[in-house]
C-alpha cells in the first residue's frame, strides 16, 4: 500500500492544477476503488485535497514543508549556501546545488547572480534529466559506463515537452558525451535543458570515497554563455565544487540525515 500511495503522490506532483479520481486509477493502473481509498488517506494526512467543484485531488504544500523542515534542520544547505553565493556573484548567473539520492539528482539549494535584464530561473521542482543536463551529465561521468548507461536506459531517452534538442538520444552518443565530459571536467547543455539557455556543472566529490555526492552548475541565457565562457567559469564551478566537498564531507552528511549526530563545519 505505502508503494501505492507514494505513487499518487509522485503523479500529483506533476498536476499542480489536480486529477480526477478517474485519471489517477487509468494512469496508475489500479481499480478506482483503491485510488479513492488511498486518497481519502491522504486527504486525512493533509498531503492532498480535493476541489470542491471540480472534484479533483491534488497535492498540499505539506509535503514540501516536511522536506524544508529537514534541510533547514540538518544544516545542509547552510554549509553550501555561502559557496553558492559566492559563484553567483562572480558569474553573474543562477548557481544551482543538487544532491545525489539512490538513481536521481534533488534540486535542494541555489543562488541568483544575475539582478537585473534577462534571468534564467527554472522551477527547482523539476526532475534532473540526467542525459540531457549539464549537472546530469557530470554526475553521470562519475560513474563506470555500464552504471550510466542503465540509469538512462531506464527513464529512456526522451526529454520534457519544454526542453530543446538533445545531443544525447541513444547508448552510442551517451558515451560519447560521457566521455567528453571526463576529459574536460565538467558537462555542458548548449539549449538542451531549456531552449536558449546553456549550463556547465560539475560534480562534487567526496574526498575519502571518491563517490560523487552532488553537483554544482551555472546556467544562464545563450547570449551570455557562449562557448568561450562556459570554458572560461568552467574552472571557477570546479573550484567552486572542491569547496563545497571539503566543507561538506558526505560522512557527515549521511550522519545528519540518518540522525546520527548533528551537522557541523569544523574552523579548524
Known sequence: MIERVLDILTLLADYPQGLPISEVARRLDLPKSAVHRLLSILVRRGLAVQDEYSQRYRMTVKLAAIGFRFLAASGITDICQPSLDRLAARTGELVRLALVE??????????????????????????????????????????????????????????????????????????????????????????????????????????????????VSVAGPVARLPPERIAAIAPDVQATAAEIADLWPSRKVMEAMMGITPLKVSNG
Open 102 to 215: 539512490d538513481d536521481a539528482l534533488i534540486w535542494i539549494a541555489k543562488a541568483q547572480g544575475s539582478l537585473s535584464g534577462l534571468r534564467y530561473d527554472p522551477d527547482m521542482g523539476q526532475p534532473v534529466v540526467l542525459h540531457a543536463t549539464s549537472t546530469g551529465k557530470a554526475w553521470l561521468a562519475t560513474l563506470d559506463d555500464a552504471q550510466a548507461v542503465a540509469l538512462v536506459k531506464a527513464r529512456g531517452f526522451v526529454v520534457p515537452s519544454r526542453f530543446g534538442r538533445p545531443v544525447v538520444r541513444d547508448e552510442a552518443s551517451l558515451l560519447a558525451e560521457l566521455a567528453l565530459t571526463r576529459e574536460r571536467g565538467y558537462g555542458t547543455s548548449i539549449e538542451e535543458g531549456e531552449p536558449g539557455t546553456c549550463a556547465v556543472g560539475c560534480a562534487i566529490v567526496d574526498p575519502q570515497s571518491r563517490r560523487a555526492i552532488g553537483t
